[in-house]
């Protein structure tokens, strides 16, 4: 297979995967957030806030994936110049 | 960036500069000190304007210090300051028309995160307890070098991964959004993603900033045992 087709299904899958895992850390994270605004509503702000940092450094990994992808996909360096 | 992937690079004396990350660097620094001069004068004891918002986020990091480091931290409450300005003022330069982040070159963000989890911590480290700062390398006993050694590798390199990605991500996405919508109403899709730029441009700076506090922390503190 050429290295455009092998590249493409590479892109398919790694944003497939970083998207899948980067929505089930953030629902994790989230849901937790629900359940504690709902036992005491004064906590919002700080439990809020702390929420935001978290989802911040869940992501870290997807978005290092989607930099890759984006690599792939406009600078791929396995393509013949 | 006009091009994707593409950067206009000036060489002079054999090393390779990258042309817009310098310009926009030096943008970013003319915008912090020009925040600081008029936060500064004409300082009241009831703030108002300027003075108000940078005494918000002066607030923000001094009790972000005092939780983490506790009191003898509080000589490094500027640094942190300035970092989060910087960062902040920096990741927004992007959505401005016309130009980029500097944020968006992993040159900026690895130096940044260098200076601060090798530079500053162990400098810190240094002055205040002596070569003896080193010794945390082998605790709790000696084989344990190979992890820390390991762990201080990561940590600059998931810092300045970590902003580089979600800034670069962020300004690609602006030019592939108004490439592919047609022209006329290209402005309703990616207004948006400009708006959820801008609270990433925030967090992503908070989250440098505090994570350089959690790192230089052990440094800083450990004196009193």
């Known amino acids: 297979?050429?290295?455009?087709?092998?590249?493409?299904?590479?892109?398919?899958?790694?944003?497939?995967?970083?998207?899948?895992?980067?929505?089930?850390?953030?629902?994790?994270?989230?849901?937790?957030?629900?359940?504690?605004?709902?036992?005491?509503?004064?906590?919002?702000?700080?439990?809020f806030t702390n929420a935001l940092v978290s989802c911040g450094l869940i992501e870290s990994m997807p978005i290092i994936a989607?930099?890759?992808?984006?690599?792939?996909i406009f600078a791929n360096p396995l393509l013949a110049k | 960036?006009?091009?994707?992937?593409?950067?206009?690079?000036?060489?002079?004396?054999?090393?390779?500069?990258?042309?817009?990350?310098?310009?926009?660097?030096?943008?970013?620094?003319?915008?912090v000190i020009l925040v600081a001069v008029l936060a500064t004068r004409?300082?009241?004891?009831?703030?108002?304007?300027?003075?108000?918002?940078?005494?918000?986020?002066?607030?923000?990091?001094?009790?972000?210090?005092?939780?983490?480091?506790?009191?003898?931290?509080?000589?490094?409450?500027?640094?942190f300051m300035t970092l989060f300005l910087y960062l902040m003022i920096a990741n927004w330069l992007g959505l401005t028309p016309g130009m980029e982040s500097p944020t968006?070159?992993?040159?900026?963000?690895?130096?940044?995160?260098?200076?601060?989890?090798f530079f500053v911590n162990h400098g810190v480290g240094i002055a205040k307890q002596g070569i003896g700062h080193l010794k945390?390398?082998?605790?709790?006993?000696?084989?344990?070098?190979?992890?820390?050694?390991i762990e201080e590798l990561s940590r600059p390199a998931s810092l300045a991964f970590r902003l580089f990605g979600n800034i670069l991500a962020g300004e690609v996405l602006i030019i592939i959004i108004l490439a592919l919508v047609p022209g006329v109403v290209n402005w309703l899709p990616s207004t948006p993603w400009v708006l959820f730029s801008i609270f990433v441009g925030v967090v992503q700076a908070y989250i440098f900033t505090m994570l350089s506090i959690t790192y230089i922390a052990p440094s800083v503190k450990k004196h009193h045992d």
């Open chain 1, 66 to 72: 989607t930099v890759v992808v984006l690599i792939l």
């Open chain 2, 42 to 79: 004409n300082l009241k004891e009831v703030p108002t304007g300027w003075q108000n918002a940078v005494e918000a986020i002066a607030e923000l990091w001094e009790t972000q210090v005092k939780n983490m480091i506790g009191k003898e931290g509080l000589f490094l409450v500027p640094l």
């Open chain 2, 1 to 31: 960036m006009d091009k994707i992937g593409v950067r206009e690079v000036i060489e002079i004396g054999g090393y390779t500069f990258n042309e817009h990350t310098i310009l926009m660097t030096w943008l970013t620094m003319a915008i």
């Open chain 2, 136 to 149: 945390h390398f082998v605790e709790p006993f000696a084989p344990f070098i190979i992890v820390n050694v």
């Open chain 1, 1 to 47: 297979m050429s290295p455009v087709i092998m590249s493409l299904i590479a892109v398919m899958v790694i944003m497939c995967v970083a998207a899948a895992m980067a929505v089930y850390g953030d629902s994790k994270v989230l849901s937790r957030l629900m359940e504690g605004i709902t036992r005491q509503p004064e906590a919002k702000d700080a439990l």
């Open chain 2, 104 to 117: 968006n070159d992993l040159n900026t963000t690895l130096s940044m995160a260098i200076l601060m989890t």
